[in-house]
């Protein structure tokens, strides 16, 4: 069975700009998540996507964004891209329960320069 | 504020011994648990999750939690030195509101 696989692993993009990541879950899960991991804050929890709708969120601002399509594959969008930015972005799929195993990607690695 | 509280490290543990790690959190509403290992420039891999207070062996590892303590802990017995990595303790409120909340890691050193 295939796992979570991100694209793509490596981005370099300029302050101001706009990055758009993808995700594609587990087959047969529903559920997609994104984190961010940076040095200072650890792992945070951005938003969880179910069924094409945003079932949770976090703490981020509006600049970060999210969907999910009808084949559960999801995309995150960060725009006016800050040099703070700049972290691994990580994509995690479960089965759909709220409290069900989430299993992560190889992640996105993001730097604003 | 939910909040996992993990020694931050480095714990060095020789090479055959029980790596013990643990994990305090702030949420008693928390209904699930978890324990990953990054390994460096690496995605977290899941090792194990708990649900319920006691135990739960799964090979070389062991995860136990207390609800009342609020307190989870992952034993590795028999340590390896490619045991050594980061482990995160993540939480689940259960609510579903936030979804995972991690600690910030504890890094695990096994020495041959």
């Known amino acids: 069975k295939a796992g979570v696989t991100q694209t793509p692993r490596y981005l370099i993009k300029t302050r101001g700009q706009q990055v758009t990541l993808s995700c594609s879950p587990i087959?047969?899960?529903?559920?997609v998540s994104w984190y961010q991991q940076t040095p200072g804050q650890g792992l945070q929890f951005l938003f969880e996507y179910f069924s094409e709708t945003q079932r949770n969120k976090g703490n981020f601002p509006g600049r970060f964004s999210g969907r999910q399509f009808s084949n559960s594959r999801s995309e995150m969008n960060v725009s006016t891209l800050e040099l703070g930015d700049s972290a691994l972005y990580l994509c995690?799929?479960?089965?759909?329960?709220?409290?069900?195993?989430?299993?992560f990607g190889q992640g996105t690695r993001l730097t604003v320069v | 504020q939910k909040e996992v509280e993990q020694n931050s490290g480095p714990l060095s543990v020789p090479e055959g011994a029980i790596a013990s790690l643990n994990c305090t959190y702030s949420d008693r509403g928390s209904q699930s648990f978890f324990w990953y290992r990054q390994y460096s420039g690496k995605s977290p891999e899941l090792i194990m999750s708990i649900y319920s207070n006691g135990d739960k062996e799964d090979g070389r590892f062991t995860a136990q939690l207390n609800k009342a303590s609020q307190y989870v802990s992952l034993l590795i017995r028999d340590s390896q030195p490619s045991d050594s990595a980061t482990y995160l303790c993540?939480?689940?409120?259960?609510?579903?509101?936030?979804?995972?909340?991690f600690g910030k890691g504890t890094h695990l050193i096994i020495q041959p």
């Open positions: 087959s047969g899960h529903r559920s």
């Open positions: 995690a799929s479960k089965t759909g329960g709220l409290n069900t195993e989430a299993f």
């Open positions: 993540a939480v689940h409120s259960g609510g579903g509101a936030d979804g995972l909340t």
